[in-house]
């Protein structure tokens, strides 16, 4: 029996590649990732931390905590599974982008009474996913309005993935009852170089 600290800083019985790549909207696309069990691991994993709180500095603070805090090898895991497993699908879809690791995955969690909603915002990375790790909770979908998808049907551990910046904007609804927990990736902008 693998146990929570042998999932987190083994990576062990995380991946789950068991659904393809599908589109689901426009310029959007979900395909499993990590297995429940791991995504029961990690929510632990983040819970234990204590550090669930709002960054102050953040433009669209959020109750999270990054992976780097909960482990960093768990971080590097990550990171190299993605660019040797997600990244490639990816470029199946979209040609011209280039991996350049990850900039920062994140476990965020929403409760009645506290963290309720996030409002609509775009991220600042290359390209954006999101991992549902739980279902026990009502509301707080994951929206997007312009493309009129939301993540309600997605199975925990199944990854949506959409471009950053400018044409999806998203909002996490209002939580009606229990605990959503998802993981949200920020995969890194290219390197520009300043002359």
């Given at each position: 029996?693998?146990?929570?600290?042998?999932?987190?800083?083994?990576?062990?019985?995380?991946?789950?590649?068991?659904?393809?790549?599908?589109?689901?909207?426009?310029?959007?696309?979900?395909?499993?990732?990590?297995t429940p069990d791991f995504c029961g691991a990690?929510?632990?994993?983040?819970?234990?931390?204590?550090?669930?709180?709002?960054?102050?500095?953040?433009?669209?603070?959020?109750?999270?905590?990054?992976?780097?805090?909960?482990?960093?090898?768990?971080?590097?895991?990550?990171?190299?599974?993605?660019?040797?497993?997600?990244?490639?699908?990816?470029?199946?879809?979209?040609?011209?982008?280039?991996?350049?690791?990850?900039?920062?995955?994140?476990?965020?969690?929403?409760?009645?009474?506290?963290?309720?909603?996030?409002?609509?915002?775009?991220?600042?990375?290359?390209?954006?996913?999101?991992?549902?790790?739980?279902?026990?909770?009502?509301?707080?979908?994951?929206?997007?309005?312009?493309?009129?998808?939301?993540?309600?049907?997605?199975?925990?551990?199944?990854?949506?993935?959409?471009?950053?910046?400018?044409?999806?904007?998203?909002?996490?609804?209002?939580?009606?009852?229990?605990?959503?927990y998802s993981a949200t990736i920020w995969f890194?902008?290219?390197?520009?170089?300043?002359?």
């Amino acid at each position: 029996m693998t146990t929570d600290l042998e999932r987190i800083l083994g990576y062990r019985d995380a991946v789950d590649s068991s659904v393809e790549i599908r589109k689901v909207a426009d310029e959007m696309f979900a395909l499993s990732c990590w297995t429940p069990d791991f995504c029961g691991a990690l929510i632990r994993a983040a819970e234990l931390t204590g550090t669930f709180e709002n960054n102050p500095n953040d433009p669209v603070p959020g109750h999270e905590v990054s992976l780097a805090v909960i482990s960093p090898r768990l971080f590097n895991a990550v990171e190299v599974d993605f660019g040797g497993r997600i990244w490639p699908q990816l470029q199946q879809q979209w040609p011209l982008i280039d991996y350049h690791g990850i900039q920062d995955v994140f476990v965020i969690k929403y409760q009645v009474g506290q963290q309720e909603e996030l409002r609509m915002h775009h991220d600042v990375a290359q390209v954006s996913a999101s991992i549902k790790l739980n279902d026990n909770y009502q509301g707080a979908e994951l929206e997007f309005p312009r493309q009129n998808f939301s993540n309600r049907d997605l199975k925990v551990g199944e990854m949506v993935v959409w471009p950053s910046l400018v044409t999806h904007p998203h909002r996490s609804a209002q939580i009606a009852s229990g605990v959503k927990y998802s993981a949200t990736i920020w995969f890194e902008l290219p390197i520009v170089n300043q002359q």
